[in-house]
């Protein structure tokens, strides 16, 4: 649970602007994923990157988002 807390937690800390909270938080969820079940890395890569698109940061939200396609391709994740 508490991988879904980082993730959710984060994306709301981004919602109100705290994005080096909600960075630190989105991290953590992908650690934490990554070690329970990797293909749901997809969800804080997609977080993030929206994150860094917000924040004007809008190469490493490219970079994020290269992450989450490669994890889409790797597990076969559904097209969305």
């Given at each position: 649970?508490?991988?879904?807390?980082?993730?959710?937690?984060?994306?709301f800390l981004k919602e109100l602007g705290e994005y080096?909270?909600?960075?630190?938080?989105?991290?953590?969820?992908?650690?934490?994923?990554?070690?329970?079940?990797?293909?749901?890395?997809?969800?804080?890569?997609?977080?993030?990157?929206?994150?860094?698109?917000?924040?004007?940061?809008?190469?490493?939200?490219?970079?994020?988002?290269?992450?989450?396609?490669?994890?889409?391709?790797?597990?076969?994740?559904?097209?969305?």
């Amino acid at each position: 649970i508490e991988s879904f807390v980082a993730n959710n937690s984060g994306a709301f800390l981004k919602e109100l602007g705290e994005y080096s909270q909600a960075v630190a938080r989105l991290e953590r969820a992908l650690e934490l994923f990554g070690e329970l079940h990797p293909p749901s890395r997809a969800t804080p890569l997609n977080n993030l990157g929206l994150l860094y698109k917000a924040s004007g940061a809008s190469g490493k939200a490219l970079d994020q988002f290269q992450q989450l396609l490669d994890v889409s391709r790797r597990f076969r994740l559904p097209r969305q």
